[in-house]
């Protein structure tokens, strides 16, 4: 696990928004897996968001990232993992709930990549919820799209906008996607504005999310079971066959369904088809 160039954005944009970096939690000791040209690109392009001098940040996937937090504000860095073999400081196997020692302790928790590796991802994310204080942040970082094999899980962005909601205590302040392929293109995300449709992408390269999310209130955790969106609008409306979607989409995808399987793949990837159907829900932020 480590901070890469585009985690380490998001983490600089996040500081510049005002999030406190005062108590921080790592989830997994996180690594330097940024070079100093990486360094020099950042502050160039981030300009007052990246006014922390960290050309002598120490970098590489052996050098651990408690220097870069401290740069940023943190006045105690902590790391959590299941064993000491990275030399983590609290030690607990996030498929099992926190002790409460720990609730209400930390500004805030970087999950740089340590969720989809968890089976029991709902403890995990209770756990998460409960250690952060009310005005704390949680930030994470992971695989979504064409990760298959990397970890348990490749994670969706209907899952963050489920579990970071106000019956949660928590609101999510910002989702990013971006595509690992040197392009680096990153996107924000939104939820559909019609409730019934998915909140979906489709890509051929690696992809990653980035959350932000912010706790309220220290409130009961899934007392309410989250549901995936486009399904409770979907039981809210059983029987009512006036909320079909837009006839221009429906036509399209009928016609393409006619198509050799081949062919039909074919026209997806190349022309970007069902993307284009989705800017409501992604724009192209760099």
């Avoid at 590489?60 to 870069?68: R, S, W």
């Avoid at 989702?175 to 995300?189: D, I, P, V």
């Avoid at 019609?194 to 999310?213: C, E, G, K, M």
């Amino acid at each position: 696990m480590g901070l890469n160039i585009n985690s380490l954005t998001f983490l600089l944009r996040a500081r510049a928004r005002g999030v406190s970096f005062g108590h921080v939690l790592m989830i997994g000791r996180q690594s330097m897996a940024v070079t100093a040209g990486d360094i020099r690109r950042l502050m160039k392009r981030e300009g007052p968001a990246a006014h922390l001098d960290l050309r002598g940040l120490a970098l590489g996937p052996d050098v651990y990232a408690e220097q870069f937090f401290e740069l940023c504000g943190a006045a105690t860095v902590e790391s959590m993992d299941k064993t000491d073999y990275e030399g983590a400081t609290v030690l607990h196997d996030l498929n099992v709930p926190v002790p409460e020692t720990l609730f209400n302790k930390y500004d805030l928790i970087v999950d740089g990549g340590s969720l989809e590796h968890i089976f029991n991802v709902p403890v995990a994310l209770r756990s998460y919820m409960k250690m952060l204080k009310v005005g704390g942040h949680y930030v994470c970082s992971t695989a979504t799209n064409n990760y298959a094999g990397h970890g348990f899980y490749q994670l969706s962005p209907e899952l963050f906008f489920a579990v970071f909601a106000p019956e949660n205590g928590f609101t999510l302040i910002d989702a990013c996607l971006y595509e690992e392929n040197g392009k680096n293109r990153w996107y924000r995300l939104s939820p559909p504005v019609d409730a019934r449709r998915r909140l979906t992408f489709q890509n051929s390269v690696p992809a990653h999310l980035l959350i932000l999310a912010k706790k309220l209130a220290d409130t009961a955790v899934f007392e309410t079971i989250p549901q995936q969106r486009m399904y409770d609008a979907a039981w809210a409306t059983a029987g009512d066959r006036r909320t079909g979607r837009g006839g221009l989409r429906r036509m399209l995808f009928g016609w393409l369904g006619y198509l050799p399987p081949r062919v039909f793949w074919w026209v997806l990837n190349t022309w970007n088809v069902r993307n284009r159907f989705r800017k409501d829900m992604f724009t192209r932020v760099s």
